[in-house]
């Protein structure tokens, strides 16, 4: 069975400052990971992916994510957060070995960016 | 752009009525599924669908049944709702090898009473 975790229920960072989200994830084969952002009373919008290639991904609105296989983690990251970033954010897998299989997404991490 | 709509925004509803949500996708994706979302408990998959008139159970489709008549559409179905179906119901769609991004509905929340 796959699984994620995301540790934190929030985070809450200053404007300007560094952000991550973490997440770690337990998968048989190879992971597909994702990173999904969710507005307020909104869908899902996806952020960024690692299929396989270059361990750090860039995704949308300057957001990026470092694979860590040894460490099974996923971690999001942005350099300088906006008080716009504050939402709440998902991590997924799912076993890319073989046919399609569902994904599993984390708990989520509201993201808090204080002005 | 890829737009995947779902009839309401708000539903209310009584304990035992039969509910029905209903979710559109305009590009053409082969696969469908449907998620509730709780605080706490993230995203947890009912059912999914890879093709018209094809369905999965996913994780939790007790009280639930779908309809994939049309390969745009995919209906979720709550044959006698309870109180403990009140949730946020998200859909989403992707093709099939075509990439893995799913794409969202702006979700449907469901209170019973």
């Known amino acids: 069975a796959q699984s994620v975790a995301q540790p934190e229920d929030q985070v809450n960072v200053a404007e300007g400052n560094p952000l991550t989200v973490k997440c770690t994830y337990s998968?048989?084969?190879?992971?597909?990971l994702f990173w999904y952002v969710q507005y307020p009373n909104r869908g899902l919008q996806f952020l960024l992916k690692?299929?396989?290639?270059?361990?750090l991904v860039k995704g949308s609105y300057g957001f990026e994510a470092e694979f860590n296989k040894s460490q099974t983690s996923f971690h999001l990251k942005k350099p300088s957060a906006l008080v716009s970033d504050s939402a709440l954010y998902f991590c997924?897998?799912?076993?890319?070995?073989?046919?399609?299989?569902?994904?599993?997404f984390g708990t989520g991490t509201k993201l808090q960016v204080i002005p | 752009d890829v737009k995947v709509t779902q009839s309401s925004r708000y539903l209310v509803k009584r304990t035992g009525e039969k509910v029905f949500l209903e979710c559109v996708q305009d590009m053409d994706h082969e696969n469908m599924f449907w998620y509730r979302q709780d605080p706490g408990l993230g995203l947890r998959l009912i059912y999914f669908?890879?093709?018209?008139?094809?369905?999965e159970k996913g994780d939790i489709p007790e009280g639930y049944s779908v309809s994939r008549e049309k390969k745009e559409r995919f209906s979720l179905i709550l044959e006698s709702a309870s109180t403990n179906q009140t949730s946020m119901y998200l859909c989403a769609s992707i093709p099939s090898g075509g990439g893995e991004t799913q794409y969202f509905g702006p979700g449907t929340r469901l209170l019973v009473l």
């Open positions: 997924a897998v799912r076993d890319g070995s073989g046919g399609y299989q569902k994904v599993t």
């Open positions: 669908s890879y093709d018209v008139k094809m369905k």
């Open positions: 998968v048989s084969g190879n992971p597909y």
């Open positions: 690692y299929i396989t290639g270059d361990n």
